[in-house]
């Protein structure tokens, strides 16, 4: 494999790993704020420890988020070095900005989240918590920043500098910044963030009623993380459909790609589930699909036109279709998925049986992973439908390696990351199951007998006696 | 008034100086940690000191290679892809360090704790040697081809300037985490630390001499700016004064005069490779190549930008820095929130 090849996997499998973690913290710390705020707000101790167990959850994902984070930020330099001289007078302001406006802050407060609860006030803690939600939410919007403008450049020039080296020079940094696609992916990655979060503990909380581990803190917890996932399920379809009109104006051979649409035509079909088109054509087996659906969906008109992959005649310049095709369709399938556990939810929130539906808890505590798996499909789905652009229409992926980085270079980072990306997996999963295995504190005056619970509990129980 | 490009080639110099006396400490402490920390109350009170700092120090780092990326991108693409493997190294010493302090107390097992505080210390010292690596091999000047591309590898940057300048960097490291143990902790660790921390400063000055020696005899333009200009002679001259002045509030058990002195040490020095540096960023071995403040830059635009970002986001930052490093003033107490 020659080294953009071997740069190209490298970048996905370090982007793919990362956006795991912000993902599930961006979520989090959501969660913590709310729960902060209640606390601050009523004085309940049980809003407290509710509080303090996300905080954990929080840290041990945290720290892998950050140094992931940090190779992220290298990676441009170390194996796109062509790429980092073409964007950087436009690229590495917002990552400049993220540092001084966001990360400053998060790290700041997550400081006084996790060690300084007993040595600042109610206030301060509350708001610690706030400005560490404050902080993610600011890093998500400068991050996209960089990355729309990769999707939709705006507010540059293109020049020549002295040695003949092209480059992107900054001409308007608000257009730059409030590029033509920043809102809409602003708005659908953090609605994803917080489905993630809401996701996970709804899961675990579903966990600890299945192993009649329910307490005072669960329940609240319970029921906090289905009005967020219900409402973030829901805001997904409006952010998802926002983005993706947003795609078919400034992308649209992407756009043509997600949908397998390759004759420009009128009354097109909504494909909705099968095997995925090729490159050069759709699959043998047509999908099941709704006639003139997409046509409809698209500009309210159920015959109006179209555009396939056919208006780029230069086929070389298309996206991989069925790579970008399968992801878009799988995030799609996954967010019905999650709607249709979170109406289920709803619905048996309203006849008082939320905790007691044994069904409805295995899904959700199974469920965990889907809104994660659903992000990075969606990330799948932006980054493959760009290609055979690093920066749409204006520079080539494989013209933006570092031409002093070699194969065996990249092979040994590789192949390094590998390895210490899947310890770094199984450590996470490690922290987390013993943080999860531990729970909550009880309510003050509440005996807890794990070893009595053990019996209680359905068979291969054993487990939570690590908690002790 | 200076040009824009030498606002920015000082402002990151401050954002690096930043790094450098914050996660110097951090990454000091865990340098010595084996050294000074003996039982396991003792190291977590180690990882207690930085517990609740060591993250937002990191930051320093991630902000000042984002403005070097806005700020003179061909520095940042030529460095980075350069100095590959080196950088994956060193990606992975942060990677190795971070994990160990946040795992080390998951579990009460001798051996699984010993694992992650030899990965704490051996993360810790990878770490400060490869930044002085980088720096010396940056401030000797890279072989840059014709395509302003360094093509030496790995193997090309450890040459006896470089390693000596690793060693210091080294050095520096360990005697910023010491005294920052000294002013943090307590008893026979406290003692221990002061000690690692003068055992560091006789590393420091022996590698700065050593560095300055070898660079004498092997590249003027190095001095340059010493000859040409007074102003440079205040990193060396504070530097030096800095280390007599801390070795002297040791022994009066000044502890945060100590720690001070040890930081105003490390801008002293970071001033020093500034103006051996100035106007070049990346000098290369042909001095047509050299990537400058001059040729190197953003556009003005991005630089004004970037100029209004720091001087509104800077001061916030440094106010609630400073709220925290207060909020965790005072000695280490070891209770159930922390490591």
Known sequence: ?468 | MPSLPTVWFLLLGLLLVGYAVLDGFDLGAGIVHLLVARNDAERRSVLNAIGPVWDGNEVWLITGGGALFAAFPLVYATVFSGFYLAVMLLLGALILRAVSIEFRSKETNRLWRLWWDAGFALGSALAALLFGVALGNIVRGLPLDDGGVYRGGLAGLLNPFSIVMGVLTLGLAAQQGSSWLVLKTEGALRTRAQRAGVASTVVVIAAWLGATGIAWFDSNRVFDNFARNPLAWVGPVGAAVALAGMLYAYRRRQEFLAFVLSSVAIVGLAATAGATLYPNLVPAVDATRSLTVDNAHSSDTTLTVMLVIALVGMPIVLAYTAFIYWKFKGKVQLDEAGY
């Open chain 1, 1 to 468: 494999m020659d080294v953009v090849q071997l740069s190209r996997i490298q970048f996905a499998l370090t982007i793919s790993f990362h956006f795991v973690f912000p993902a599930v913290t961006i979520g989090l710390a959501g969660l913590i704020a709310i729960v902060e705020t209640m606390r601050w707000r009523t004085r309940r101790d049980v809003y407290d420890r509710l509080s303090v167990f996300l905080t954990k959850l929080f840290a041990v994902t945290f720290v892998i988020g950050v140094v992931s984070g940090i190779v992220m930020e290298f990676q441009f330099g170390t194996n796109w070095s062509t790429f980092s001289g073409f964007v950087g007078d436009i690229f590495g302001a917002p990552l400049a900005a993220e540092g001084i406006f966001a990360f400053f802050l998060e790290s700041a407060f997550v400081g006084i989240v996790l060690f300084g609860r007993n040595r600042v006030g109610s206030t301060v803690r509350w708001l610690a918590g706030v400005l560490v939600c404050l902080g993610t939410t600011i890093s998500a919007f400068w991050i996209l920043v960089a990355n729309s403008w990769m999707q939709t450049p705006a507010g540059f020039k293109i020049v020549t500098d002295a040695n003949g080296v092209s480059k992107a020079q900054m001409t308007d940094f608000w257009q730059a910044t409030f590029n033509p696609s920043i809102l809409q992916r602003l708005f659908h990655t953090l609605a994803a963030c917080w489905v993630v979060g809401a996701f996970f503990l709804m899961g675990i909380s579903a966990w600890y009623v299945l192993r009649h581990r329910n307490s005072d803190v669960t329940a609240i917890a319970l029921r906090l993380a289905v009005i967020v996932a219900f409402l973030g399920s829901g805001l997904m379809f409006v952010s998802g459909d926002l983005q993706t009109r947003e795609v078919q104006a400034n992308q649209p051979l992407k756009f043509a790609a997600m949908e397998g649409v390759f004759k420009t035509e009128n009354g097109v079909a909504l494909e909705i589930i099968g095997l995925p088109p090729s490159q050069t054509g759709p699959a043998a087996v047509p999908p099941l699909a709704i006639p003139n659906g997409l046509s409809a969906m698209t500009n309210l008109d159920p015959n109006s036109q179209i555009k396939g992959l056919d208006q780029e005649p230069d086929t070389s310049l298309w996206p991989p279709v069925a790579l970008t095709w399968m992801s878009f369709h799988l995030m799609v399938g996954l967010g019905v998925l999650m709607m249709l556990l979170m109406l289920f939810g709803a619905f048996l929130w309203w006849r008082r049986s939320l905790d007691t539906n044994v069904w409805w808890l295995r899904f959700a505590v199974l469920a965990i992973p889907l809104p994660i798996i659903a992000v990075e499909l969606g990330w799948m789905t932006a980054e493959v439908g760009r290609q055979p652009w690093i920066v749409q229409g204006l520079m080539m992926t494989s013209k933006g390696v570092s031409p002093g980085v070699s194969a065996t270079d990249v092979g040994i980072s590789l192949l390094a990351i590998l390895l210490v990306y899947a310890l770094l997996f199984f450590l996470w999963i490690y922290a987390l199951s013993k943080e999860i295995g531990r729970g909550p504190e009880p309510a003050p005056g509440v005996v807890v007998d794990l070893a009595a619970r053990v019996v209680a509990a359905p068979p291969k129980a054993g487990r939570s006696e690590e908690g002790n």
